[in-house]
């Protein structure tokens, strides 16, 4: 069955660098997401993404955030300038019609940790 | 705005014991879907069920069982016969209106002990 894979499983940086999360969404699928959930915590919608273009975002999706679609496969997250509160783990979703009838399907996530 | 309440934080129960997670929500759209993940200490997000507005049939699939009121903004979930594997963190959450995004319950711990 298909799935949602993520890269990498954990990241460990420090405070003020750059990262990239990087999914490849389900092939025949659309619509992408990015979610984040800090430790014993919600899941929290952060951006979706159809069309080269950003659908909807949340208030967390500040500048510090981007997302990209680099080629035909791959999905990515950026942060910036990462924050001790950007500890969390983040998951891609997808599916194929951007509508909640569609289900999102996500992957196993990335556990960032900015020390 | 849209929410989702999951009053309970955990749940501990014995094996073989049947358990119901509680779920409410609200929203002012009239066409929203409501959905059921379980996120195992493996940590990945795992699609249960979905369940639109309209049908308020109860589902049942195996040892699973849900029940939607509409009438009390309810979806609830019901493990029958609970089993150690069924050990992890439920989270109920709710989608609707011209939104793409999916708005989750805190989730609910639950440990089933042998």
């Known amino acids: 069955e298909p799935e949602v894979t993520q890269t990498p499983s954990h990241q460990v940086t420090q405070m003020g660098q750059e990262v990239i999360l990087r999914c490849v969404p389900i092939s025949n699928h659309l619509y992408f997401y990015w979610y984040r959930q800090i430790l014993g915590q919600k899941v929290e919608f952060l951006v979706s993404?159809?069309?080269?273009?950003?659908?909807?975002k949340s208030e967390i999706f500040d500048d510090q955030f981007s997302v990209e679609r680099p080629d035909g496969s791959n999905f990515t997250l950026k942060i910036r300038s990462t924050k001790l509160e950007d500890s969390a783990m983040y998951f891609c979703?997808?599916?194929?019609?951007?509508?909640?009838?569609?289900?999102?399907?996500f992957g196993p996530g990335t556990r960032l940790l900015v020390l | 705005a849209q929410k989702v309440t999951q009053a309970q934080t955990e749940i501990s129960v014995v094996e073989k014991e049947d358990v119901t997670l509680d779920c409410v929500y609200e929203?002012?759209?009239?066409?929203?879907?409501l959905f059921w993940y379980k996120q195992p200490p493996s940590g990945e997000l795992v699609f249960l069920i979905r369940?639109?507005?309209?049908?308020?049939q109860n589902e049942i699939s195996g040892r699973y069982s849900w029940n939607f009121q509409k009438s009390t903004s309810s979806f609830n979930f019901t493990i029958t016969a609970s089993q150690v594997v069924d050990s992890a963190v439920y989270f109920c959450a709710l989608g609707g209106g011209s939104n793409y995004k999916l708005t989750f319950g805190k989730g609910t711990l639950l440990t089933v002990n042998p």
């Open positions: 979703a997808s599916n194929r019609q951007g509508v909640y009838q569609e289900t999102q399907y």
């Open positions: 993404f159809y069309n080269n273009e950003i659908s909807e």
């Open positions: 369940r639109n507005s309209f049908d308020e």
């Open positions: 929203t002012r759209d009239t066409t929203y879907y």
